[in-house]
């Protein structure tokens, strides 16, 4: 039996866990959870939206409910969340092709995007810098790269997916670096959010979250795509996994292809934002973008 919570259908997690073929161990006390068989887990908390699947940090878009000493989650999140990336082959395979990719590097021009007063150095000239060594490594591996730019000029946000749409490109990634108090540093990949729920970094749902846009049309994939690289790039650069989220943003909003954006790491981070002068860890960022884009590759062909 579901409940509704504020708006939100919910099923049992049990239910849930039988649905993607798992088993549910609930803590005595509602508090904790883990769904699991020998080669797939999902960690839970109650009241929580963090999540970790398979070893990688994942937002739900609601969280973890607890009623008479069952916990719950929203059917949003069976349907957006577990059955994507629990059971990829139900709807990734032979739907997505990946030949073209198109790369925005964040900001330009006028727009410096976040800075390291003490370092002297800015966003946009290391997203740039990373793009044009990510188109390197992709063509190396046989992708049609085009990039959003490739000088430091600045490009409207509303024109970015623009051009992906246009060359009807099969993949669209954004690069961008994060900022916050200096000892803050990881990874955070988004995707767009589902039609329905709020964003990762408010708990309020608005109206305008319940309007569908071109990206909710490649929800799964998304999420997908930005799950795997999420796990490559923070595994790769050995770098905390601060979790695949989900944002509104306007660079990912009107996509008629799978997109994400990826903050590959803190500027302002006293320990990343040091490594990010350094050409040698730049092209290791690009490197470990690419791996991404070959484990999402992979997945489309059905491999492991």
Request: with cysteine; charged share 25%; net charge positive.
């Amino acid at each position: 039996m579901g409940l509704t919570i504020s708006g939100q259908e919910y099923i049992p997690l049990r239910t849930a866990a039988s649905r993607v073929g798992l088993r549910a161990w609930v803590s005595p006390d509602a508090k904790n959870a883990a769904l699991a068989d020998t080669a797939r887990s999902v960690k839970l908390e109650v009241n929580q939206r963090a999540s970790t699947i398979n070893g990688t940090r994942v937002w739900l878009n609601f969280p973890i409910s607890e009623d008479n000493n069952q916990l719950y989650i929203s059917k949003l999140d069976v349907e957006r969340t577990l059955i994507p990336l629990l059971q990829p082959s139900s709807f990734i395979l032979g739907r997505y092709r990946l030949r073209h990719i198109v790369i925005d590097p964040g900001h330009g021009g006028h727009d410096t995007g976040a800075r390291n007063t003490r370092l002297r150095t800015n966003e946009k000239i290391f997203t740039l810098d990373v793009a044009l060594r990510l188109k390197q490594r992709l063509e190396a591996l046989g992708y049609r790269v085009t990039l959003t730019r490739e000088d430091d000029h600045y490009v409207e946000l509303k024109d970015r997916p623009r051009v992906a749409n246009a060359l009807r490109a099969d993949l669209f990634i954004s690069v961008h670096f994060n900022s916050a108090e200096p000892g803050i540093s990881g990874i955070e990949t988004y995707s767009y959010t589902p039609q329905g729920a709020p964003s990762s970094s408010r708990d309020e749902l608005m109206e305008a979250d319940k309007t569908f846009q071109p990206a909710n049309a490649n929800d799964m994939a998304n999420l997908w795509l930005a799950y795997e690289m999420q796990k490559t790039v923070s595994a790769d650069l050995r770098s905390p996994d601060r979790a695949a989220r989900h944002a509104r943003f306007v660079v990912l909003e009107n996509l008629h292809c799978p997109g994400i954006l990826v903050e590959a790491g803190y500027i302002t981070s006293t320990s990343e934002g040091s490594r990010l002068t350094s050409t040698l860890y730049r092209q290791q960022v690009a490197n470990a973008i690419a791996d991404g884009v070959r484990a999402y590759h992979r997945k489309l062909l059905g491999m492991k």
